[in-house]
Antibody, heavy 121, light 107 residues
Framework: EVQLLESGGGLVQPGGSLRLSCEAS????????MTWVRQAPGKGLEWVSA????????YYADSVQGRFTISRDNSKNTLYLQMNSLGAEDTAVYYC??????????????WGQGILVTVSS | EIVLTQSPATLSLSPGERATLSCRAS??????LAWFQQKPGQAPRLLIY???NRATGIPARFSGSGSGTDFTLTISSLEPEDFAVYYC?????????FGGGTKVEIK
């Protein structure tokens, strides 16, 4: 059974940093791309970033380019999202999702339960 | 950026009725469109991928159609558990984008 468990969320001040983690199990982690999607309170879904199975290719939404860094440790079956220079607009539930392929632009077939990030003073 | 416009924003129907949801892309995306269902407090769930393929475990009452710029998600006969928000998403071009969602509510 595929399981994705996010952690690392919480309250952070504007301008601060936070690192999210997503621990995966139930599949061969290194064989699949992974992605982060967020959802601001009461709003729709926004794709944030994706990474290929090897970690060699990364992709970002314009809204986070230069501030967020996606990475993965295939030896630990864990996906990360390093978030810097956080602003109120980054307040959201962050979901990690497994993709159905290796490259980073495949279907999001399994999702974690989400983790809340609140940016506020 | 490819903009996905979903309509209607809200669909009020009764159990047993047919639901037809629309997703229009600002430029052609071939068949690279997926549909997700999201219930309150839950993560999205993949329903349909590549415009018309049901994901694992998705009931046959859900079907998808379309290509290019116009896509449709049809729920043939609404069950109580189908009342939720539905999102379309394209993976044809970066950045990947989602539609604004259609809420299917009980009439």
């Amino acid at each position: 059974e595929v399981q994705l468990l996010e952690s690392g969320g919480g309250l952070v001040q504007p301008g601060g940093s936070l690192r999210l983690s997503c621990e995966a199990s139930g599949f061969t982690f290194s064989s699949y791309a992974m992605t982060w999607v967020r959802q601001a309170p009461g709003k729709g879904l926004e794709w944030v970033s994706a990474i290929s199975g090897s970690g060699g290719a990364t992709y970002y939404a314009d809204s986070v380019q230069g501030r967020f860094t996606i990475s993965r440790d295939n030896s630990k079956n864990t996906l990360y999202l390093q978030m810097n220079s956080l602003g109120a607009e980054d307040t959201a539930v962050y979901y990690c999702a497994k993709e159905s392929g290796y490259n980073g632009y495949d279907n999001f077939d399994y999702w974690g339960q989400g983790i809340l990030v609140t940016v506020s003073s | 950026e490819i903009v996905l416009t979903q309509s209607p924003a809200t669909l009020s129907l009764s159990p047993g009725e047919r639901a037809t949801l629309s997703c229009r892309a600002s430029q052609s995306i071939g068949s690279h469109l997926a549909w997700f269902q999201q219930k309150p407090g839950q993560a999205p769930r993949l329903l349909i991928y590549d415009a018309s393929n049901r994901a694992t475990g998705i009931p046959a009452r859900f079907s998808g159609s379309g290509s290019g710029t116009d896509f449709t998600l049809t729920i043939s006969s609404l069950e109580p558990e189908d009342f939720a928000v539905y999102y379309c998403q394209q993976r044809s071009r970066w950045p990947l984008t989602f539609g604004g969602g259609t809420k299917v509510e009980i009439k």
